[in-house]
């Protein structure tokens, strides 16, 4: 190809061509009526059309029918030399999916100033879109539940510290009842403060500043410290089964693992039988090491298997929680090259299944 026509020492068209090709946005040409008259390979890849398959179309083909009066505003728009400027707006690819694009229309004038077609330089924004939707959703998720759920502990401490000094203004005061006041503050600013290290933790999560501090761990160890713990916190009995596991070895964050078991374990018994205890099993091959966790629970629906992993989302209602646990256990493992999976099992309760790399 010659950049320069030899004649005239203009730009080749052909040069010219294929700079319009090598752009990844759409670059369309149109006549003031809306038919296509050039299409290049943004276009093709953007909205899936061929330029073979579109040009002698009409450009309406691209618009959605709920939108009838945009393409007749612009063409009447342009006809008066008018632009639009990066033009948020939504058209149709030819599989038939919704794109969010921004579009640069302008006017193409010929030599005598008239204006005798238009061009649109259109770029995909869906993926952009998408991403603002969601992060604008989680936003007002977070200030939702951190507007509930921190209230109700608040208020709790707020009417015990009340009763606390009601009571030191008497010449005589209760001691065991003061105890139980401070340990109703004790348990409101435990939840607090759980409730506030989760909300920093889904921050950290998106922000990337999620930190995993490794170390060679006894991961049955791990297991049933988790698990003894969490029995003596709840009263809520717990097996732990490690056959051909003891002893084996992970290179991971303990806390966090700690957290992600306690996490699952809370879930089983939240979710399950109050009166069957959370059976726990670790198993190891060569690579690496799997924890189940399962009760005998009415199990998950299965349109909602891979939605309670999102955050904040929660399938039931009727226990305490905001839909950040599981959420948060999966986003952990990963950050261990791990998976958090729920297990298909024999169609009996709930198995949720870490699987760690040794
Ligand atoms: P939370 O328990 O705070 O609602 P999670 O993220 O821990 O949030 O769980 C999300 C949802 O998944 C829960 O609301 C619940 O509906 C469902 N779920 C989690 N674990 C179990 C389980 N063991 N059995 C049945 N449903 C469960």
Do not use: C
Request: proline share 3%; charged share 30%.
């Amino acid at each position: 190809m010659s950049l320069k026509t030899r004649e005239s020492g203009a730009w080749s068209a052909e040069y010219l061509a294929s700079i319009v090709d090598s752009s990844d946005d759409a670059i369309i040409g149109k006549t003031l009526d809306g038919v296509i008259i050039s299409w290049n390979k943004g276009a093709e890849r953007i909205y899936g059309y061929t330029a073979e398959e579109v040009v002698g179309r009409p450009i309406s083909i691209l618009i959605p029918s709920d939108r009838p009066d945009e393409l007749p505003q612009i063409l009447s728009q342009l006809r008066q030399g008018k632009r639009f400027d990066h033009y948020r707006t939504k058209r149709i690819r030819k599989d038939g999916t919704v794109l969010d694009i921004s579009v640069t229309i302008s006017p193409v004038q010929d030599a005598d100033g008239r204006v005798i077609g238009a061009s649109a330089i259109a770029r995909d924004i869906t993926a952009q879109e998408r991403a603002v939707r969601e992060a604008l959703e989680l936003r007002e998720q977070f200030v939702s539940v951190a507007a509930h759920e921190l209230r109700t502990p608040l208020t709790a401490i707020f009417a015990r510290l009340q009763l606390i000094e009601r009571r030191l203004g008497r010449t005589e005061y209760d001691r065991e009842a003061l105890a139980r006041d401070i340990e109703v503050i004790r348990r409101g600013t435990d939840r607090l403060r759980a409730l506030l290290e989760r909300l920093l933790d889904v921050s950290r999560i998106k922000s990337g500043r999620l930190e995993i501090e490794r170390a060679p761990t006894d991961v049955v160890e791990l297991a049933r410290a988790a698990a003894s713990e969490y029995a003596e916190a709840s009263g809520h009995d717990v097996t732990v089964q490690a056959a051909g596991a003891e002893g084996v070895l992970a290179d991971i964050d303990a806390v966090r693992i700690e957290e992600v078991l306690v996490n699952l374990i809370d879930n089983a018994a939240k979710y399950g039988p109050k009166d069957k205890p959370v059976e726990v099993e670790v198993a190891a091959d060569a690579k690496a090491v799997r924890i189940a966790v399962h009760d005998d629970g009415a199990g998950i629906a299965k349109d909602q298997r891979t939605r309670i992993f999102e955050a904040f989302y929660r399938a039931s209602t009727d226990a305490r929680g905001v839909g950040l646990g599981l959420h948060l256990a999966r986003e952990i493992v990963k950050q261990h090259g791990g998976s958090l999976e729920l297990s298909d099992g024999d169609g009996r309760g709930t198995t949720f299944v870490v699987t760690l790399p040794k």
